[in-house]
């Protein structure tokens, strides 16, 4: 048997590479013409040096698509060889698949958003209590009152921000950042903006296992060109699951913001969304909690409340839990309609509700203050 270039490259051309559906010829995924090397004494293999060059570091299809392209080598080196018959130079080969990165590679956990001064977690123990409202018109007002702030919907099986913003249509594009691909977020309302729904069909269902949901996540968290934020604000998923621990896995997370409505079903899973973040293994500091829904006040009778979720259920939680009461924000059917129409209430201070978010973004800064002042910066949780 007699190994040319060639022939490996043949090999290379019927493995396919999953981020582009072609061949790694074709994906001009080889960097450069295959070393062989004959046998240095009898018996000696035949050595083959093969550089594939990917995207990335974080590539997800690296480790396969290696392993895909050591087999064809192999494989056609074998058939080569029953093909040829006896010959003077040894039929055993030894593969080497080394591999490059387009992009440089991305920084360590520990190095991830070096400009950003506040991490802000707002989450929900449970689903349909205006998290992602409250969430939306905290980053909105938070800009309003001056600072520079982004926003990460995380929700990625459910992410709703792209329309909340008016952005439905956006897609956001790659600069070239010290020699890395970095996503440009998108910017609205003087937010720095990002989620997966601007890379899905807003149509379709995510059906994702979790592995390849908390790696979208990381991408959106790490290779984006967030630039220097006061606070980045993160819209966290119902619940306590993976995207959540590869939150706290991922980021130093300043506190928490826990969002939940007055009525006893729903305090009671914010009770768990606390514990989450108190867990000893965590210890992530509760900054508090805001009370959406807190009333009802239909428009023609503005002075007039209604507690139909039940009264001041979060206020005797706070009281309990020993955190502040943010914000109580009242049912008004404005909200609901501005969310609806890309407009929320917190780009307007003359309205009730718009003045309630404002308020709410003033009681958030003067308590991260507090605990940046008087509590050590929060330690990235290294769980399994």
Same mark, same amino acid.
């Given at each position: 048997?007699?190994?040319?270039?060639?022939?490996?490259?043949?090999?290379?051309?019927?493995?396919?590479?999953?981020?582009?559906?072609?061949?790694?010829? %074709?994906?001009?995924?080889?960097? %450069?013409?295959?070393?062989?090397?004959?046998?240095?004494?009898?018996?000696?293999?035949?050595?083959?040096?093969?550089?594939?060059?990917?995207?990335?570091?974080t590539d997800p299809f690296l480790k396969s698509t290696v392993k895909a392209a050591e087999a064809a080598v192999r494989y056609h080196?074998?058939?080569?060889?029953?093909?040829?018959?006896?010959?003077?130079?040894?039929?055993?080969?030894?593969?080497?698949?080394?591999?490059?990165?387009?992009?440089?590679?991305?920084?360590?956990?520990?190095?991830?958003?070096?400009?950003?001064?506040?991490?802000?977690?707002?989450?929900?123990?449970?689903?349909?209590?205006?998290?992602?409202?409250?969430?939306?018109?905290?980053?909105?007002?938070?800009?309003?009152?001056?600072?520079?702030?982004?926003?990460?919907?995380?929700?990625?099986?459910?992410?709703?921000?792209?329309?909340?913003?008016?952005?439905?249509?956006?897609?956001?594009?790659?600069?070239?950042?010290?020699?890395?691909?970095?996503?440009?977020?998108?910017?609205?309302?003087?937010?720095?903006?990002?989620?997966?729904?601007?890379?899905?069909?807003?149509?379709?269902?995510?059906?994702?296992?979790?592995?390849?949901?908390?790696?979208?996540?990381?991408?959106?968290?790490?290779?984006?060109?967030?630039?220097?934020?006061?606070?980045?604000?993160?819209?966290?998923?119902?619940?306590?699951?993976?995207?959540?621990l590869t939150l706290l896995q991922t980021l130093p997370i300043t506190g928490a913001v826990i969002v939940s409505t007055p009525q006893?079903?729903?305090?009671?899973?914010?009770?768990?969304?606390?514990?989450?973040?108190?867990?000893?293994?965590?210890? &992530?500091?509760?900054?508090?909690?805001?009370?959406?829904?807190?009333?009802?006040?239909?428009?023609?009778?503005?002075?007039?409340?209604?507690?139909?979720?039940?009264?001041?259920?979060?206020?005797?939680?706070?009281?309990?839990?020993?955190?502040?009461?943010?914000?109580?924000?009242?049912?008004?059917?404005?909200?609901?309609?501005?969310? %609806?129409?890309?407009?929320?209430?917190?780009?307007?201070?003359?309205?009730?509700?718009?003045?309630?978010?404002?308020?709410?973004?003033?009681?958030? &800064?003067?308590?991260?203050?507090?605990?940046?002042?008087?509590?050590?910066?929060?330690?990235?949780?290294?769980?399994?």
């Amino acid at each position: 048997m007699t190994l040319y270039p060639k022939i490996i490259l043949d090999a290379l051309a019927t493995v396919t590479y999953a981020g582009t559906k072609k061949n790694l010829i %074709d994906s001009e995924m080889v960097a %450069d013409t295959p070393v062989v090397s004959a046998p240095s004494s009898p018996g000696a293999p035949w050595k083959v040096q093969v550089v594939l060059e990917f995207p990335r570091d974080t590539d997800p299809f690296l480790k396969s698509t290696v392993k895909a392209a050591e087999a064809a080598v192999r494989y056609h080196c074998r058939k080569l060889a029953e093909e040829s018959g006896p010959s003077e130079y040894s039929d055993e080969v030894e593969v080497t698949i080394a591999t490059e990165f387009k992009s440089a590679p991305r920084p360590d956990v520990g190095q991830l958003l070096p400009g950003v001064k506040n991490i802000i977690a707002v989450s929900s123990g449970k689903g349909g209590v205006g998290k992602s409202t409250v969430s939306a018109n905290l980053a909105i007002a938070l800009s309003r009152l001056g600072y520079r702030v982004g926003l990460l919907d995380t929700d990625i099986f459910g992410p709703s921000m792209p329309k909340m913003f008016c952005a439905e249509d956006e897609r956001p594009y790659a600069v070239k950042k010290d020699g890395r691909d970095l996503i440009c977020p998108i910017e609205r309302y003087g937010v720095k903006l990002l989620s997966i729904g601007f890379f899905v069909s807003p149509t379709t269902a995510t059906l994702w296992r979790g592995g390849m949901a908390t790696s979208a996540l990381k991408q959106l968290i790490a290779d984006a060109d967030w630039g220097e934020l006061d606070y980045f604000i993160l819209d966290t998923p119902p619940g306590t699951s993976d995207i959540h621990l590869t939150l706290l896995q991922t980021l130093p997370i300043t506190g928490a913001v826990i969002v939940s409505t007055p009525q006893q079903v729903a305090l009671a899973d914010a009770r768990k969304g606390i514990d989450m973040y108190r867990n000893e293994k965590v210890n &992530v500091p509760i900054l508090g909690l805001v009370e959406n829904m807190a009333w009802f006040t239909p428009a023609e009778l503005p002075d007039s409340r209604y507690y139909i979720f039940g009264r001041e259920g979060c206020k005797h939680l706070a009281e309990e839990m020993g955190v502040p009461l943010l914000a109580q924000i009242p049912l008004v059917q404005s909200i609901c309609d501005n969310g %609806d129409a890309g407009t929320p209430a917190a780009l307007s201070s003359d309205t009730a509700t718009g003045l309630a978010f404002i308020n709410l973004a003033q009681s958030v &800064v003067t308590v991260v203050n507090r605990r940046n002042k008087e509590q050590p910066k929060t330690k990235i949780v290294g769980m399994k």
